[in-house]
């Protein structure tokens, strides 16, 4: 039976419509804007990933970058001429280059990545909390190190200096990196790639809905809330956790390649640790395992340290250049985040779910 309503019906719409207009009126203001509305596109489509990880199965994970960092280098080898350059071999194999369409790297991405993932979830079936924490983060690491490392003494990844010159993603012969000339209206890349990003951002939530509304979804959700108790119903808690951090690493993947696409350029610079503590911040910050709140969260934080400029710049003048403006807006940002999570412990937008249990739990006292 459809239980959709015509208010509901309308919400929707108009939420299309605010979507769809949004970069058009972002851009009168300057391409910069669109630019971070794309970013918080790619930090959302992370955050959903993670939140399959830390939200449903209740793993914490602080090397998430490391899977986003796969895929964009995965990209930036297959869409540059990094390897045609440094290997004589595979320069004879294709004398134009390579330049891998898109269709064919996003899945190659995502499953290399999910690889990656149950690689790092093998090892640490039993480990929890703070133990699980530390191993994630070494993994992060080494990764990063390996990125920065692997120029010599066969270049791999160029090191430091990082990929460049990578192939922009095409869309119906169009290269996004060009605008689009609509007579009445021009459509810079930034919009062009807001428009696509959005589009793998919907798929991407459908999915983690479809997967939270699943059998498996209920039984990561069973195992976040006791795994003893999982077990014990019949659970292979094992195999779920390994699915668990392969599907939300696939996400990582994704996005990677996506980032590499719209960049143009990647470098270990960019998978810092800063930026999986950013991501695990993000599901917290909005509430876990809840996708509107995962949402909500990614967005507020990728947003507001470029928000943030505007007003670490008038501070750093009043204090004649004494403070750093970088400094000054993590102190911002941070200020921030501890006063939500004090005013909002569970998240900006939890799920409604804890709160009838924890209301049915005091009715029963």
């Avoid at 709140?293 to 505007?310: F, Q």
Wanted: net charge neutral; aromatic share 10%; with cysteine.
């Amino acid at each position: 039976m459809n239980t959709r309503t015509p208010v509901s019906y309308v919400s929707w719409v108009m939420w299309a419509v605010v979507l769809l207009a949004l970069p058009l009126g972002l851009q009168q203001f300057g391409n910069g804007w669109v630019r971070i509305a794309d970013m918080a596109l790619l930090y959302v489509m992370l955050a959903l990933g993670l939140n399959i990880v830390v939200g449903y199965a209740g793993l914490l994970d602080l090397g998430f970058v490391a899977f986003f960092a796969v895929g964009a280098y995965m990209f930036g080898l297959l869409a540059s001429p990094h390897l045609i350059e440094n290997f004589p071999a595979i320069a004879a194999m294709f004398p134009n280059g390579i330049h891998t369409p898109w269709w064919a790297v996003i899945p190659l991405g995502a499953g290399l990545a999910g690889l990656f993932g149950i690689l790092l979830g093998a090892p640490t079936l039993k480990l929890r909390g703070d133990y699980l924490a530390i191993v994630t983060l070494g993994f992060g690491e080494i990764i990063r190190v390996f990125l920065n490392n692997l120029d010599n003494p066969v270049n791999l990844t160029n090191g430091p200096k990082g990929l460049g010159q990578i192939d922009p993603m095409t869309v119906m012969g169009h290269p996004l990196s060009r605008k689009i000339d609509m007579g009445f209206m021009e459509l810079p890349s930034v919009t062009l790639y807001y428009y696509l990003f959005l589009v793998v951002v919907l798929v991407s939530a459908l999915l983690c809905l479809r997967l939270e509304q699943s059998r498996i979804g209920r039984a990561w959700m069973a195992i976040r809330e006791d795994e003893i108790a999982a077990k014990a119903m019949g659970l292979n808690t094992r195999n779920l956790k390994l699915m668990a951090f392969g599907m939300g690493a696939t996400f990582g993947g994704v996005s990677g390649v996506l980032f590499a696409s719209f960049q143009g350029f990647v470098s270990p610079e960019s998978f810092s640790l800063m930026e999986s503590v950013m991501i695990v911040a993000m599901v917290v910050l909005g509430g876990l395992g809840h996708l509107p709140g995962v949402i909500l969260g990614a967005v507020l934080l990728s947003a507001l340290p470029e928000v943030l400029r505007y007003v670490a710049g008038p501070l750093q003048q009043m204090t004649d250049g004494r403070l750093d403006a970088a400094i000054l807006r993590q102190l911002l940002i941070a200020l921030a985040m501890i006063l939500i999570m004090l005013w909002r412990p569970r998240g900006l937008w939890p799920a409604p779910e804890h709160g009838r249990v924890m209301a049915s739990d005091k009715g029963s006292a």
